[in-house]
């Protein structure tokens, strides 16, 4: 039987649609989720995705690798920040993580009312395909965007997913159409469609130069990757 798909664009849509039942993927494509598959791909025992960097940084750093983002830079006072380039397995192999970030780190506790919750990122973008068509949930794919505004990178991930679950899943949604649309236009060449984004723009002003491309490496982390009893966890 096929099962429903549903994209929500931005946080401030995520209200409208009931996740009762359903698989959630939380996408933050720059650079949550790329960062959390990295580095529990890499060997993190866990990472526990915390909202306000006073919590992340109330756990203690001989236990932790803690980590912080806020626009788009390592936060004050944090050892880690939010760059998939950070999380080698010589650094965090073993190790328990704690991060927070600007949208990502939100967005998955915004979706805890799911039955489930995942991380999609260009890094495990075949394992979640995989792993959505062969669960017997309704799928919602979350865009975490910026700043509850709707984002290129997110919503084109989305785009991805949506093509490979056409045999699975059905919708009637504008939403999934857009996402599709902006597959179907980007998939060609999708770094180079990125560098019109804002975030694209963002990372330009504040020096990074390599995370898009990082970041856009197909399937370089093929893990999947759930959230349970408060961490994120290869599974
Ligand atoms: C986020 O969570 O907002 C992003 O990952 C921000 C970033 O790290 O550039």
């Not at 866990?46 to 980590?67: D, F, G, H, Q, W």
């Not at 760059?83 to 397995?89: D, H, I, K, L």
């Not at 990122?121 to 965007?145: E, K, Q």
Request: proline share 3%.
């Amino acid at each position: 039987m096929q099962k429903s798909l549903e994209v929500v664009l931005s946080p401030l849509l995520l209200p409208l649609v009931d996740l009762t039942g359903k698989t959630v993927v939380v996408i933050d494509i720059l650079r949550a989720t790329s960062t959390i598959c990295a580095a529990l791909n890499n060997g993190a025992k866990s990472l526990k995705p915390v909202v306000s960097t006073e919590e992340a940084l109330s756990y203690n750093k001989n236990e932790y690798c803690i980590a912080g983002e806020r626009n788009g830079e390592k936060a004050p006072g944090f050892d880690f920040g939010n760059s998939p380039r950070e999380y080698s397995r010589e650094l965090i192999g073993g190790k328990k993580i704690v991060l927070t970030t600007t949208n990502g780190t939100k967005c998955i506790h915004a979706s805890l009312d799911a039955d489930e919750v995942l991380i999609g990122s260009f890094f495990n973008l075949d394992a979640i395909i995989t792993y959505l068509r062969n669960s017997s949930n309704d799928a919602v794919l979350f865009c975490s965007g910026w700043k509850d505004r709707v984002n290129l990178e997110d919503t084109l991930f989305a785009g991805y997913v949506a093509e490979g679950l056409r045999e699975t899943h059905h919708w009637d949604s504008d939403e999934v159409e857009i996402s599709l649309n902006l597959y179907n236009k980007a998939s060609i060449d999708p770094i180079s469609f990125l560098r019109n984004a804002s975030h694209a723009k963002r990372f330009e002003r504040l020096g990074n130069t390599q995370d898009l491309e990082v970041c856009l490496e197909f399937n370089a982390h093929p893990i999947v990757v759930k959230y349970a009893d408060g961490e994120l966890v290869g599974i």
